[in-house]
Structures are given as structure tokens and as C-alpha cells.
């Protein structure tokens, strides 16, 4: 089967939306599929187009055969509304244009966001190759722009969510990385036969990295004899990262303790700016680091922090991170209440507090500080539990099975009459067994 897929973040950015498109598409090339991912040129998240791919409108390359095309984008930091805005429809644009005339007819498009747009792309390049389309929803935009305050105009907002509520209808499918959408697509007219639940999970193969040393990494650091809290990720006004501030601020006199953040984002520069302000002996800025590095810091940290702002919408996500965390054998504290944090409770992997409440986080801190037996035990079933129910293999051969049925609803797996449906796949029948498919799908 030739699958087209639309996400304007890939490798080498190392954002969630850029690893999760990259390791499904990598996954169905060895499924046997033909994988064409249509992306911008990597930018994310300063804005500024990397080495190597400058001055140009236009790339075609192939990477672990996959065919990548990447088209013209007007390249603009991780914050400020406007210039992202022309970031988003300066790629939409271009993605359209340029993936009609070079992309190869595919079977079935699909478009993942973030960002919104690139649904809008997918879906018309299926009508133009007049193929099904498939909306992979990752966040539920623009009602979270509005909640944190972004899109407040009422007359920009009506017609974006007028937008989504008609990409949803017009497609085959609608693929939730969180359970907590189903509610969602659901007010929006939705029937249930039409959403397919795929969560995030963890490419083993990454777990498997050498990465650095982590003593010499905090040797390098001053990160020695220390217990590591690690924020590692973006630093975005969704992430409530002054509560982490705060909290260091009150365990600032407890000197073996330092909070680690690697990452960069809108909100990267005020964080430094407020903790220098504070005076916070024990706070570490790293900024952004390839992803290849990351291994070292997850191997480096005692404790993992996933936050969120406490605001409605964050109830119905799952971060990623959770599962890179989990599948590193980090405990994780979590102060996202809703599906995110039932995940990390079912998982044993952590602890669930209330959002951007430092006491709360600082209590945690000092409590698994205290309880080496019980970190060690949390790292352990974490792990474990990402690897039996979260492998990014299986779900992404998950993905392609649903993609091969609705390109052909007439014929089973790969198109062979008589083969698996996937109404078997999604009943969970061939979960962890849908990778020794046929690899000529």
C-alpha cells in the first residue's frame, strides 16, 4: 500500500509530533508498505532553519526508505501567535502545492497535527488524488489555543472550529492518541465506528542507545551526588513550568537536590530570567539537545516531572514523554489529573499530585528522595509496563492494518480477499502480533 503522510515537524526536529511520524513511518517501509511523509523544513522549536537545509524551496530525500519531501516554510520561533500562525499557513500552502505535483499517488492520506493546518493539507491532497483521508488528532485545536488565552476572537475563532468539525466529518477515520477525545469527536457528530484509539508509546531500539555516561554527564553538569528532578521537553505556556520554580524555591535549602531542565521553548527565557531573579542555587538550564543526547539525561535523572496547566482540556491528553520516561525505568511525577495521571497510577511507574501546586510537588520530591527501595520498584514496573502494552512497533502495524481497510474495504489485510478484517485488529485480536503481517501490504 503507498501511504502519504502530511506533519510538518520530522527528524531531525525531535519534538513528539516529528519521532511519532518518523518511527510509524519507519514501521510500515519495514511492513512493506511505500511511505511518502510530506514536512517543512526542519525549524522547530527556534526558529531557525537548520545546517544543511538552507536556501531552499524544496527537498526530496530518502531517510531509513522513507521518500521525505519537504516544502518551503516561513520559519518562526516556538512562540509569539502571529509569526507561527504564518509559519503553520506558509506550510500549508506550500505542502499542498509542491506535495501534488511531487508526491507519487498514494492510497490513503493521512494528516497529523499539531499543527491544525496540516489536516486541512491532507485532506485536500486526498481529494485531489481521490483517495480516503485519515485525521490523526494529537490535540484538540483550537479549543486549547483558546483555554490558554492565545485565540480569544470570537470571530476567528467560529469559523476555525466550523474548520474541524468538517475535517472530522470528512474523514474515513479519526485516529485519538487519548481516550479523553472520544467525548469530543463524539459532540461533534462522530459515530464511534469512525474513531480508532491508538495511544503513544516507545521505539525499543531508542531505549537501547548508548547515549552518555550518566556520571560523567552530571560530573559535567555539577549534577553529582545530587538527586536529580528533570523537566526534559518543550518549555511552552501549556506546561506550568513557574510551579516547578516555585518549587525549588522552597527546597532550595535541601543542597542535594537540583531541578534539571533540557529543552527549549516560548517560555525558555523567563524561566531563566525568574530563577535567576530568585536567586535558585538549585536550578540547571540546558537548553535543546538532539535527540540522540536525550538518552543520557533520562539515564541521569532520579525523578521526571510531566506537568500541566490545570485547566480542562489537559484532562483529556496523554503526553508522550510518559512513555519515554516509563520506558527508561524513571519514575515520574505527574501533575496532570485526568487520563494522564490514571495512566501513570495503572502503570506503577509514579505519582499523580495537583496541577501547579509547588507544596505538593516539593513534598513529593522529599518523599521519593527518602524511599530509594520505592524509586527503584516505581522504575522498574514502569518500564515493564511500557514495554508490554506501549511498543510503538505494534501500534504503528496497527495503524497501517485500519489504513489498508479503508483503502480497501472490499479486500482484507494488504488487499488479499478473505484476509484479516480490521474490525479482528481493533477488537485487540492481533495486538502484538500485527507486525508478522504480510510485509507485501
Known amino acids: 500500500m503507498r501511504i502519504a503522510i502530511v506533519c510538518q515537524y520530522f527528524p531531525p526536529e525531535s519534538n513528539a509530533p516529528a519521532v511519532r511520524t518518523f518511527e510509524h513511518a519507519r514501521e510500515w517501509v519495514r511492513l512493506g508498505h511505500r511511505v511518502t511523509v510530506i514536512t517543512g523544513f526542519p525549524n522547530h522549536p527556534n526558529g531557525v532553519i537548520h545546517p544543511g537545509y538552507r536556501g531552499e524551496w ?7 526508505g522513507i521518500e521525505v519531501i519537504r516544502t518551503w516554510l516561513y520559519a518562526a520561533a516556538n512562540k509569539g501567535f502571529f509569526k507561527r500562525v504564518l509559519n503553520f499557513l506558509s506550510f500549508f500552502v506550500s505542502s499542498v502545492v509542491l506535495g501534488r505535483i511531487y508526491a507519487p499517488r498514494p492510497d490513503v492520506v493521512i494528516g497529523t497535527s499539531p499543527q491544525f493546518f496540516t489536516a486541512v493539507s491532507a485532506y485536500l491532497l486526498s481529494r485531489m488524488f481521490r483517495v480516503p483521508f485519515i485525521f490523526e488528532l494529537r490535540d484538540i485545536w483550537p479549543e486549547s489555543a483558546a483555554e490558554l488565552g492565545v485565540l480569544r476572537n470570537c470571530l476567528v475563532l467560529a469559523p476555525l472550529i466550523a474548520l474541524q468539525r468538517f475535517l472530522y466529518r470528512s474523514a474515513a477515520r479519526v485516529v485519538i492518541v487519548s481516550e479523553g477525545f472520544r467525548t469530543h469527536l463524539h459532540e461533534a457528530g462522530i459515530p464511534d465506528d469512525r474513531i480508532v484509539y491508538v495511544p503513544n508509546g516507545i521505539d525499543p531500539s531508542f531505549l537501547e542507545q548508548p547515549g552518555d555516561d550518566p556520571v560523567v554527564l552530571r560530573e559535567r553538569h555539577g549534577l553529582a551526588g545530587k538527586f536529580v528532578v528533570s523537566y526534559l521537553g518543550t518549555h511552552g505556556m501549556a506546561h506550568a513550568l513557574d510551579t516547578l520554580l516555585d518549587a525549588a524555591d ?18 525558555r527565557e523567563n524561566l531563566v530570567r525568574r530563577a535567576a531573579a530568585m536567586a535558585l542555587p538549585n536550578v540547571v538550564f540546558l537548553g535543546q539537545q538532539p535527540r540522540s543526547v536525550m538518552v543520557g539525561f533520562y539515564r541521569a535523572s532520579d525523578v521526571c516531572i510531566v506537568p500541566l496547566r490545570d485547566l480542562p482540556m489537559f484532562r483529556k491528553v496523554l503526553p508522550s514523554k510518559i512513555f519515554e520516561i516509563l520506558g527508561f525505568g524513571v519514575p515520574i511525577i505527574c501533575s496532570v489529573p485526568g487520563e494522564a495521571g490514571a495512566l501513570v497510577e495503572r502503570s506503577g511507574g509514579g505519582v499523580v499530585i495537583p496541577p501547579e501546586d509547588p507544596r505538593a510537588l516539593a513534598s513529593a520530591i522529599r518523599e521519593l528522595r527518602a524511599s530509594p527501595e520505592r524509586l527503584e520498584a516505581m522504575g522498574r514496573t514502569g518500564r515493564e509496563f511500557v514495554l508490554r502494552e506501549h511498543l510503538r512497533p505494534e501500534l504503528a502495524a496497527r495503524i497501517a492494518e485500519m489504513a489498508c481497510a479503508v483503502a480497501h474495504p472490499d479486500h482484507g489485510v494488504g488487499g488479499t480477499p478473505g484476509g484479516t478484517t480490521y474490525r479482528e485488529i481493533e477488537d485487540g485480536a492481533l495486538v502484538g502480533a500485527a507486525a508478522d ?3 507485501g501490504s
Open 58 to 64: 524544496l527537498r526530496r530525500e530518502s531517510v531509513d
Open 250 to 267: 522552597l527546597l532550595k535549602d535541601e543542597s542535594d537536590i537540583r531541578f534539571l531542565f533540557v529543552g527549549d521553548g516560548a517560555e
Open 437 to 439: 503481517q504480510s510485509a
